[in-house]
């Protein structure tokens, strides 16, 4: 029996495909650069956020950490997310996310959808609530293995007690950790090959039949 699932959030609980992109989306820019020095291995996490935040910085100096809660307010669940947390939540099955993303965006849905851990990025501010441009790394964008692992030894559950659901291949360390390994709409072919379940639909609650108790997935 299941007894832990763990949600990648961009591109999966939240219907955009990243928190960070959704801020620069909102200032009508975007960090391509940053990316693409990031994904060649020139940057790391801690740096990659310094590029993020020096962008918002052309647009808002002085930009405050409760702002950014403003403009992430506006960001969708994804269809279905609240009846697959809900069907789990009465099943007993404990429900964490784990992601890359900003961690505000992670705090608040899981605070809509009643998700019992979020596992996110976030970033370091002054007195004042400002941005002072550094980030704070809880999950590495490719190490999420280890920030499962880390999570099942916390709440004391075996990898064929967990699954996980997510939609690009920085997921695939967290399907390695886990029985059940859901790619939802995936964005890439690594995903959909490191995954035993993969969902194209629009609607993340066409996840559920494959870790309920008489699901497919579940009974493999």
Do not use: Y
Not at 55 to 67: A, G, M, N, Q, Y
Not at 77 to 96: D, W
Not at 171 to 182: E, L
């Amino acid at each position: 029996m299941l007894r832990l699932v763990a949600l990648d959030m961009d591109g999966t609980l939240v219907d955009v495909a990243s928190s960070w992109g959704a801020v620069h989306d909102h200032f009508g820019d975007s960090n391509k650069d940053g990316l693409r020095r990031f994904m060649n291995g020139e940057i790391d996490d801690a740096e990659f956020v310094r590029t993020d935040v020096r962008i918002w910085w052309k647009h808002r100096p002085e930009l405050t950490v409760d702002e950014l809660e403003t403009i992430l307010a506006e960001v969708p669940l994804m269809p279905g997310a609240a009846k697959l947390i809900g069907a789990l939540r009465a099943r007993g099955v404990r429900t964490a996310i784990v992601s890359g993303g900003l961690d505000l965006l992670a705090h608040r849905v899981a605070r809509e959808l009643g998700i019992d851990m979020a596992l996110a990025n976030g970033l370091r501010v002054d007195e004042q609530g400002r941005l002072t441009g550094e980030g704070i790394i809880r999950v590495p964008v490719h190490q999420k293995e280890e920030a499962m692992a880390q999570l099942q030894a916390q709440l004391g559950v075996t990898p064929a007690e967990s699954a996980a659901v997510g939609n690009s291949e920085i997921d695939v360390g967290m399907f390695r950790r886990c029985r059940i390994g859901i790619a939802f709409q995936p964005a890439d072919e690594a995903v959909r090959t490191g995954a035993t379940v993969v969902i194209e639909e629009k609607d993340l609650a066409q996840v559920l039949p494959h870790l309920v108790d008489d699901g497919p997935a579940a009974r493999a």
